[in-house]
């Protein structure tokens, strides 16, 4: 019944024509929405600020005494978590492809699979952080510890973030009170979620794979 | 259903609950026929800061799909340690992983379809943390084992 009552935008003049920013936008002198903006110059500052983690993690990577991640990785294990992370990438656009569509029910559903998701990687990672204090390698061991905990540690807080954000989301939407019109909420959550990913194929690379 | 939903018009019938237009007849009936997902992009309105269409929810998960192969492919080169080289892992670790964020970036953040400036800005971002970080790692020796 909600597909029924509320119908994807109909074709012809509606369907090349920008959909309103939502409320309290405006036009801007960039032709783009500052919030949309915003999120990418935020962003390209996370770019520098996981750069520099990952860089500190391969300054003091093979320097340790003690424990090494080769003693430790479990790659098979992360490997899956890694494909949950990217399934919920796919689940996250094919939300704003839902809401885009005014198909509340199935805008639902993808958010709600994406905290899910979301929630199975940050299960995994809690896993992952017990085995490796279990193994004797806590965040103050030695760098290699301390340079691992401090990357995948701020990057599962980043993920925590983005659960929250989508759940709000979802209680919006389930309220009445995200609609078709309000698609660049969904689209601006989802390049957060999505950078969360990318920087996910960054360290799942040069942290996991990558070879001493 | 009301008569309202099953009458033949072609024009835009509004909805009194959510103030919107619910569309055409046609409209209706392919949606009850095939589902809201099934509407092609085309039909779908662009967002602000967008030049052209998202892909379809099909091409969406026909490049989760190709995600998927590469990271399988990505585990099963890091598991040739020993039998190739490490540069050549390296080497083959990197483009994948690099394939698969242009992927990302692209299709699901969009940097395809929206204006370029937001690709200006990621592009510039990550590109020059690349150059900063390594200048960095390369001063404190990293690639020589010095300390």
């Known amino acids: 019944m909600e597909q029924a009552a509320i119908a994807p935008p109909a074709g012809g003049a509606h369907a090349s024509t920008p959909v309103h920013a939502g409320h309290g936008e405006h036009e801007t002198s960039t032709g783009v929405t500052n919030t949309k903006l915003a999120m990418w110059i935020f962003l390209s500052s996370e770019c520098l600020l996981f750069g520099a983690l990952i860089a500190t993690y391969l300054l003091y990577r093979g320097r340790s005494k003690g424990i090494e991640p080769a003693d430790v990785y479990n790659i098979p294990f992360t490997s899956a978590t890694s494909f949950i992370l990217l399934m919920s990438s796919l689940t996250m656009v094919l939300a704003l492809a839902a809401i885009q569509r005014a198909d509340y029910r199935r805008t639902k559903i993808w958010l709600v699979a994406t905290a899910l998701f979301g929630m199975v990687f940050i299960g995994g990672q809690v896993y992952e952080f017990t085995e490796f204090t279990r193994k004797g390698v806590t965040v103050d061991t030695n760098l290699f510890g301390s340079s691992f905990y401090l990357l995948t540690g701020l990057h599962g807080l980043h993920v925590t973030v983005g659960i929250v954000w989508l759940l709000s989301l979802w209680g919006l939407t389930t309220q009445g009170r995200l609609q078709q019109k309000d698609s660049e909420t969904i689209e601006i959550s989802g390049l957060y979620w999505h950078f969360v990913d990318v920087v996910w194929i960054v360290i799942f690379t040069v942290v996991y794979l990558i070879p001493m | ?147």
Do not use: C
């Open chain 2, 1 to 147: 259903m009301s008569d309202a939903d099953t009458t033949t018009t072609t024009e835009p019938v509004q909805d009194p609950d959510h103030n919107m237009l619910v569309g055409t007849a046609e409209e209706r009936e392919r949606e009850k026929k095939y589902g809201l997902q099934e509407i092609p992009p085309e039909e779908v309105p662009l967002l602000p800061g967008e030049l052209s269409h998202h892909p379809s929810p099909f091409q969406y998960v026909v490049i989760a799909m190709i995600l998927v192969v590469i990271t399988a492919l990505e585990v099963g080169v890091s598991y040739l340690e020993g039998d190739i080289p490490n540069g050549l892992i390296i080497v083959l670790l990197l483009g994948m992983g690099l394939v698969k964020l242009v992927l990302v970036a692209s299709y699901y953040m969009h940097l395809k379809t929206d204006k370029p400036v937001f690709r200006r800005f990621f592009i510039m971002a990550a590109v020059g943390a690349i150059f900063l970080y390594l200048i960095v790692l390369t001063t404190l020796g990293v690639w020589d084992g010095g300390s």
